[in-house]
Each structure stands twice: as structure tokens, then as C-alpha cells.
């Protein structure tokens, strides 16, 4: 599915608080008025997120049949999902996070930091090779205060750019969420030092009022 879901029905509002906090009552109306959440049940899809990567694949061509693919900070799987659905029965993608995540029919899934070492090996292992695309939709938990969130993901997109070049092969791809907020300008930066092509992405499926966007750089110069 390529096309922004379209809502049907009503909008639903919720019956009563139930104890829930204010910004617990946004979050639960927000979700269950959104298509793109209604959308991912029906399309077997762990998360509408899936979408944004469909959505950039759709438009930037990240992931080739047969590719090796990494997603970073992977659970709960929906990016997972569409690597592996488009790398196909020749790809491999390795999916590591922290957390404990449901097996992705013909992923491997590794649990731990993939800042370790030995993570990288694994990693590594697991592909056979070299990687052909790094991925990340990490994001910390937010504080609400935008400033401190700003710095916080851009660490983490950091983070994941460390790992991205030190196992991509030539030509590789990398894509990883920030936020807007100046800092990125920096990585902008960086990764034109690494990669011949470096742009932001703003899928369809980013919420509006969201200061979210990727970057999406390809070309690796190894």
C-alpha cells in the first residue's frame, strides 16, 4: 500500500476519561481516529510507521530485492516487515533492539545494544557480509520539552551513523529519523562526507503537526 489510507466513518471520541491523563486521552483519540493505524491492522502491518519506510522506498529506492538490510532499534517489526517483504526471498535483513521482538518470517532478529562489539559482529554474521542499507526509526521517550527531544534523537541518529559506517559496503544506504531543530544541519553535513546523495524525507505517513523527518542518504564512499 503506497497511497495515504483515507478515513471512514465518523471521528470517535472517547466515552470518559477513565483516569487517564490529559495527554493519555490526546494520544488514544489521536489513535483511533488515525487511517494509517486502522490501516496497518488491516494490511498486517506491526505499526503505521511501515508506512513511512513504504513511502520512502516508494520514492528513493533504498531497498533492492536481494539486499542485506540492518533496523536499528527495530521493535515492535513493522519496518522489519517491509524490508523483508521488499529485499524478497534473496535478502537478509537483521533486525536488533533492546527489547524482545516477535520473529519476522525470514529476518533475524537479535536482541541487545548495537553498540556493543559483539552486536556488531553478530550483526555481520547474520548478513554474510557487508550491509547494503542501515536503517533507524529509533526515538528516545519525549519530555515534551522540544529542545531537549531535538538533541536527544539526534544523538541517537548519531548513534546509528556510527554503526552505519562501519558496516556498509560501497554504495550502501542509510535513512534515520530526526527531528527539526538545528542541530541536524550538523549531520547534514556529516553524512555528505560519507555518502554522494544526502536529502530529508517527509513521508505522508509523518503526522502533520509532527517535527519529524529523515534523512535519507545513499552512495556510500567507503
Same mark, same amino acid.
Given at each position: 500500500?503506497?497511497?495515504?489510507?483515507? #478515513?471512514? &466513518?465518523?471521528?470517535? +471520541?472517547?466515552?470518559?476519561?477513565?483516569?487517564?491523563?490529559?495527554?493519555?486521552?490526546?494520544?488514544?483519540?489521536? $489513535?483511533?481516529?488515525?487511517?494509517?493505524?486502522?490501516?496497518?491492522?488491516?494490511? &498486517?502491518?506491526?505499526?503505521?510507521?511501515?508506512?513511512?519506510?513504504?513511502?520512502?522506498?516508494?520514492?528513493?529506492?533504498?531497498?533492492?530485492?536481494?539486499?542485506?538490510?540492518?533496523?536499528?532499534? #527495530?521493535?515492535?517489526?513493522?519496518?522489519?516487515?517491509?524490508?523483508?517483504?521488499?529485499?524478497?526471498?534473496?535478502?537478509?535483513?537483521?533486525?536488533?533492539?533492546?527489547?524482545?521482538?516477535?520473529?519476522?518470517?525470514?529476518?533475524?532478529?537479535? $536482541? &541487545?545494544?548495537?553498540?556493543?562489539?559483539?552486536?556488531?559482529?553478530?550483526?555481520?554474521?547474520?548478513?554474510?557480509? $557487508? =550491509?547494503?542499507?542501515?536503517? +533507524?526509526?529509533?526515538?528516545?521517550?519525549?519530555?515534551?520539552?522540544?529542545?531537549?527531544?531535538?538533541?536527544?534523537?539526534?544523538?541517537?541518529?548519531?548513534?546509528?551513523?556510527?554503526? =552505519?559506517?562501519?558496516?556498509?559496503?560501497?554504495?550502501?544506504?542509510?535513512?534515520?529519523?530526526?527531528?527539526?531543530?538545528?542541530?541536524?544541519?550538523?549531520?547534514? =553535513?556529516?553524512?555528505?562526507?560519507?555518502?554522494?546523495?544526502?536529502?530529508?524525507?517527509?513521508?505522508?505517513?509523518?503526522?502533520?503537526?509532527?517535527?519529524?523527518?529523515?534523512?535519507?542518504?545513499? &552512495?556510500?564512499? #567507503?
Amino acid at each position: 500500500m503506497t497511497k495515504p489510507p483515507t #478515513a471512514r &466513518g465518523l471521528h470517535v +471520541s472517547l466515552r470518559t476519561a477513565d483516569g487517564r491523563s490529559t495527554a493519555s486521552q490526546r494520544w488514544l483519540q489521536r $489513535q483511533l481516529n488515525d487511517p494509517y493505524v486502522a490501516a496497518a491492522r488491516a494490511d &498486517g502491518w506491526r505499526s503505521r510507521a511501515a508506512y513511512k519506510l513504504i513511502q520512502m522506498d516508494d520514492r528513493h529506492k533504498l531497498i533492492k530485492p536481494g539486499a542485506r538490510v540492518v533496523d536499528l532499534g #527495530a521493535a515492535p517489526g513493522g519496518w522489519t516487515q517491509v524490508a523483508m517483504a521488499r529485499a524478497g526471498d534473496r535478502g537478509r535483513v537483521v533486525a536488533i533492539d533492546l527489547l524482545p521482538m516477535d520473529a519476522v518470517a525470514g529476518a533475524t532478529i537479535l $536482541q &541487545g545494544d548495537f553498540q556493543d562489539e559483539a552486536a556488531e559482529a553478530a550483526v555481520l554474521e547474520a548478513l554474510s557480509g $557487508q =550491509a547494503e542499507l542501515v536503517l +533507524s526509526d529509533m526515538a528516545p521517550n519525549t519530555t515534551g520539552h522540544r529542545p531537549t527531544d531535538h538533541l536527544r534523537i539526534m544523538a541517537l541518529a548519531e548513534l546509528a551513523l556510527d554503526f =552505519a559506517l562501519k558496516v556498509l559496503a560501497p554504495g550502501g544506504g542509510f535513512a534515520a529519523k530526526v527531528l527539526q531543530g538545528g542541530s541536524e544541519a550538523e549531520m547534514m =553535513a556529516r553524512l555528505r562526507r560519507h555518502f554522494r546523495a544526502v536529502r530529508h524525507a517527509k513521508p505522508e505517513a509523518s503526522r502533520k503537526d509532527s517535527a519529524e523527518l529523515y534523512v535519507v542518504a545513499t &552512495g556510500f564512499r #567507503a
